[in-house]
């Protein structure tokens, strides 16, 4: 974790992180460190959940270091959020950014003033869900808004009758707050609405109340520590009675759905000693069990099988012992009540079906388990069985050498796994259409190695090498029109630069280098190969085009990118629509726009790409008429149409 870290200092400096494992929060990572030691993020992402790079001395951002998602942007102060700042989340966003859930004011690491928090993005937002005023993360003076932004309840100084909304829109709470938290209301199911506890709370958390489950039944009634019920109270969720020689005949239910899962014997208050049986409800589709369909009965141990019958949908699947719930010394059965499979002490082949009846997995048990060789299964829609994975096992787990199947029978991995996970060998995905997604080495758990990316179409897109997830050296390509190359280009991520090709209709229009993305040493084309421009360490005249071959821009580069004068052209008919003055990219400086008959429609100066100064639309009429500053720039003029940005 530390062999390329060459600063002794640093080195001391994390040991004594890992040694305070409570303390450790966050890895300061800066470009003064980054001078000091030659390390790098990946040599030490493992140690911290989060880490930090600096912008300024007291601004930065904050990543998740496994995923590098954004966390936070904002102001520090000694190492905490200090100041204003935004906060994002990456639960329920895409695979390929973080949301939005708060921006404001912090103190000391916690959210302290005003702010604005909002609802989960993955449900359509953003929408408002508190905009007011925080103290010590909690809300103290504001609006808290119902999903569809409706509706709000009010508190002040920590008080009033609020209403708490799920991120899908479904009431969460409702009742009463006190020092910015709950002091006494009723908690709702997220899904199905109903109510789920009514009580009080002791610092926001269960203190008092009862619980009910989805058909209105009390499951339980008594007090809480911490949110958690109490011990002595939790025979509630239970029917029993005592017998003459002290067992305890116990019906125990679902605590959510007040469904029975067992009923039997308990012995010296353990659970499940003795016989006893065990209920499965089938709640998918249109068929939902009522009663409860049987799927063991026999004896327990200290809450684990001893010996007794394994059932599928009625039928016998095992008969035998047990050791530590694994089936140990017995018979396996087919749906005709044909023996399949032995297992003597906890040795031999045998079959696993899920409570559907479909075959799960086919293989070698050792010690109760799966070890050896063995076969999984999977059940699509499309396929009523396929193999998903085939190979080796060990204590239960993916261990060795295997291969591994999507629901269309492509092979999507072959190699080696460690503890149910893949890590060394080669990684495939496919489209929906069956094209070859990507192909990658793996190495440890993630993408390292050569690759090859390929496009919906089975264009290639790119090949070369990974690093830890990330692509690191090798050639990239667009195309347009399904199988027109736009460009190629090579990457060294190290140095971020390379060779660069660009094509237009499939004919080469730029040649050479690229640095950071940018053009940067190489020559550009025309139609028929001729040299019309060269670019020198990012500098030169140069020629931009649209994928549909038409001229985009044409002027001059510095550093690689648009920075003095030039012309910007439309996408379709190709007129003039922009002359002027560049900088970094984007109009900076005077410049003229253009309609599409010719006609001048701005005349002025632009900053980072917008307009700055306003005049006349028909400046071009009166000469060189400034009206920035005309009395008269509000009012209605529709002769010569004046208006204002």
Same mark, same amino acid.
Not at 436 to 453: A, D, Q
């Given at each position: 974790m530390v062999e390329n870290i060459k600063s002794e200092y640093f080195i001391k400096k994390l040991l004594a992180l890992i040694n305070e494992k409570t303390k450790l929060k966050l890895i300061k990572y800066n470009k003064k460190l980054q001078n000091e030691i030659d390390i790098n993020i990946i040599n030490y992402r493992l140690i911290s959940r989060k880490y930090i790079i600096y912008e300024t001395k007291n601004k930065g951002k904050e990543y998740d270091s496994i995923d590098h998602y954004l966390l936070y942007d904002g102001e520090y102060l000694n190492g905490e959020r200090s100041g204003k700042g935004k906060e994002y989340s990456i639960y329920g966003a895409s695979i390929f950014e973080s949301y939005l859930i708060f921006e404001g004011e912090y103190l000391k690491g916690k959210k302290n003033g005003k702010g604005k928090e909002y609802y989960n993005y993955s449900y359509g937002g953003p929408k408002l869900k508190f905009e007011g005023e925080y103290i010590n993360n909690k809300i103290w003076n504001g609006k808290l808004y119902d999903y569809k932004n409706e509706n709000y309840t009010e508190i002040k100084d920590g008080k009033g009758f609020i209403k708490e909304y799920y991120d899908g829109g479904n009431l969460r709470f409702e009742g009463e707050y006190l020092n910015g938290e709950r002091r006494k209301g009723k908690e709702y199911d997220s899904s199905l609405s109903y109510l789920i506890y009514d009580g009080e709370y002791l610092n926001g958390k269960r203190s008092k109340g009862k619980e009910y489950n989805k058909f209105n039944t009390l499951i339980y009634d008594g007090e809480y520590l911490n949110g958690k019920k109490l011990e002595k109270n939790s025979n509630k969720l239970n029917d029993e009675e005592r017998t003459e020689t002290g067992e305890i005949i116990r019906k125990q239910y679902n605590y959510y759905t007040g469904e029975l899962i067992f009923e039997g014997t308990f012995i010296n208050g353990e659970k499940w000693n003795g016989k006893g049986k065990e209920y499965y409800y089938d709640n998918t589709g249109n068929r939902i069990d009522t009663k409860g369909i049987l799927i063991f009965e026999g004896e327990y141990l200290y809450g684990f099988r001893k010996k007794g019958r394994e059932y599928l949908h009625g039928r016998l699947e095992y008969e035998g012992d047990y050791l530590f719930h694994k089936k140990y010394n017995g018979k396996g059965y087919d749906w005709e009540g044909n023996v399949i499979y032995e297992l003597k002490n906890g040795n031999g082949k045998v079959r696993e079906y899920d409570y559907k009846g479909h075959l799960n997995f086919e293989g070698e048990y050792l010690n109760g388990i799966r070890n050896g060789k063995g076969k999984e299964y999977g059940h699509s829609k499309r396929i009523y069985q396929n193999i998903i994975f085939e190979g080796e096992y060990l204590n239960g787990k993916r261990n060795g050498k295997g291969k591994e199947y999507d629901n269309d029978g492509n092979l999507i991995f072959e190699g080696e796994y460690v503890n149910g996970k893949q890590m060394k060998g080669i990684l495939k995905e496919y489209y929906d259409n069956g094209n070859? %997604?990507?192909?990658?080495?793996?190495?440890?758990?993630? &993408?390292?190695?050569?690759?090859?990316?390929y496009d919906i179409y089975g264009n290639l897109i790119f090949i070369g090498e990974f690093k830890v997830n990330k692509r690191w050296n090798g050639i990239k390509k667009k195309y347009v029109n399904i199988h027109k190359l736009k460009y190629e280009r090579e990457y060294i991520i190290v140095e971020k630069k390379g060779m660069f090709k660009e094509y237009?209709? /499939?004919?080469? =229009?730029?040649? +050479? #280098?690229?640095?950071?993305? %940018? !053009?940067?040493?190489?020559?550009? *084309?025309? &139609?028929?190969?001729?040299? =019309? *421009?060269?670019?020198? #360490? /990012? !500098?030169? &005249?140069? %020629?931009?085009?649209?994928?549909? /071959?038409?001229? %985009?821009?044409?002027? #001059?580069?510095?550093?690689?990118?648009?920075? +003095?004068?030039? !012309? #910007? *052209?439309?996408?379709?008919s190709n007129f003039l629509k922009y002359e002027g003055e560049y900088l970094n990219g984007e109009r900076n400086g005077k410049g003229k726009e253009y309609d599409i008959n010719g006609n001048l429609i701005y005349e002025g100066e632009f900053l980072n790409g917008e307009r700055k100064k306003k005049f006349c639309l028909f400046g071009n009429l009166f000469g060189n008429n400034d009206f920035d500053e005309a009395k008269n720039l509000n009012q209605e003029q529709p002769l010569f149409g004046f208006f204002k940005k």
């Open positions: 070859l %997604k990507y192909e990658k080495e793996y190495l440890n758990g993630e &993408s390292n190695g050569k690759t090859k990316e237009e209709n /499939g004919k080469l =229009i730029f040649e +050479g #280098e690229h640095l950071n993305g %940018k !053009k940067w040493n190489g020559k550009g *084309y025309d &139609s028929e190969g001729n040299v =019309i *421009y060269e670019l020198k #360490e /990012g !500098k030169g &005249s140069v %020629k931009e085009y649209y994928e549909n /071959g038409n001229l %985009k821009y044409e002027g #001059e580069y510095l550093n690689g990118e648009r920075n +003095g004068k030039g !012309k #910007e *052209y439309d996408i379709n």
